[in-house]
């Protein structure tokens, strides 16, 4: 009896300060930080990626589930996943050297292709089959190709994975979401057209807005990479040189989003032109490095308070065949795409595995269909945002470990070592996986020291 009453008062207590500090923004993050590792950490137990226990620490923490982190903090924290998409963005747009590119872009535009059409076709015809609306499982396709980079980013930075299936890796993720956008416009045009509509717009007009807004994403990474090359291809301390960069990403993003465009392929656009402007500039990554754990841990944690698990049951059977119709549509359209390129036995058998996360893009795309005129009235609206919720829950979830199988199985991921030995030869995770992509042998530490304790040029513009 006494043990019951002690029982009940102790979770009298638990509940009354969690109403205390229910709203309180601060200890949201907090918690939200602290959640994701140890999440982490008995992800790590479980043989499992660090960042699996990062999303299902905030969806346990979200308001799906105990609610200590409520929908009014989420919202106020929604710069989070911009900043952390940012510095994943540069960091995938880093990997692509010039001299890279001559030798893997052709593969890597045959492999994006193949598995984008072969997946918006998986499920397109699937949805169809099982009585989904043709306009209904048009749209859904085009959206079903969409894939997530940060999973990829993360897990690859963790393994310290490096090699062919890496390097095809990064660029199919760093292809698809342009594409993904491109065939969208076209698919919504096509899709407005069988819907009808007193106020549409004309098929041309939707086909070339995400031409605009790819072109103009791109230019603005062009000049936002140039002018970040300027100020710190002679800066010599690294603490200049991540404040610099740091503001860039923002700026970017900030300017990116309020015109309404892509800040995912303006950031990547400015990665690629900083690592190519200069030699000097391979360090850039280097330097970001040790802002990647607080921050891929906020940000996926917040990724996990906004899975809601209740849209699982809103699905039915629609969702399970789209679910199913992309995984396979995924894999194979990798595996036909990287036999067609004459790819690696290990990057056609594995390659699929890790394209199968799904997050910012695919919702920002549904939000697109929900907010365009045409397709509001449409009975079956509701269920296909529950479908793309349901699907992003699912490969979100299941999406990390299926990445991290591919890379081990492939033999592009490396043991890790302790931190003592990674400071005494002055690696990282970061910098192995940059590296081995631009074909640079990691700087030593001695180096870097070397020109972090000399001090600035009288040039102290930092420019050449």
Known sequence: MVQSATMIAIFDAIIA???LVHGNLIFGVGALLLAGFVGGKLASRLKLPTISGY????LVLGPSMLNVVPDHIVESLAPVPHIALGLIAITIGSEFRIAKLKQTGRNILIITTFQLVITFAAVTVGLTLFGAPLPMALLLGAIASATAPAATVAIASELRARGP?????????ALDDAFAITLFGFV????AAMVGGTHMHSPVTMVLHPLREIVISILIGLAAGYIVHRLVVNRRRSNEVIVVVLGFVLLTSGITI???????????VMGFVIVNMSPKNSRVMRILEPLSPPIYAAFFALAGTELDIRTLAATGVLGIVYLIARAIGKYFGAYVGASAAHESPATRRYLGFALLPQAGVAIGLILVLQDTTQFTHLPYMGQ?????????????VLGPPLTKY????????????????????GSSPQTDVTASHLGAAPPRKSDEAERDTRPDDT???GTS
């Open 17 to 19: 300060f969690r109403d």
């Open 55 to 58: 999303i299902v620490a905030g």
């Open 165 to 173: 299936l890496v390097s095809t890796l990064f660029g199919v993720v």
């Open 188 to 191: 919504m045009a096509f899709a």
């Open 258 to 268: 309020s015109i309404n465009v892509s800040p995912l392929i303006a950031n990547m």
């Open 384 to 396: 296909m945002v529950n479908i793309v919720l349901a699907s992003i829950l699912v490969n979100e």
């Open 406 to 425: 591919a890379l081990e199985a492939s033999g592009s991921a490396r043991k890790k070592r302790g931190a003592a030995q990674q400071r005494l030869d």
């Open 459 to 461: 040039n102290d513009g």
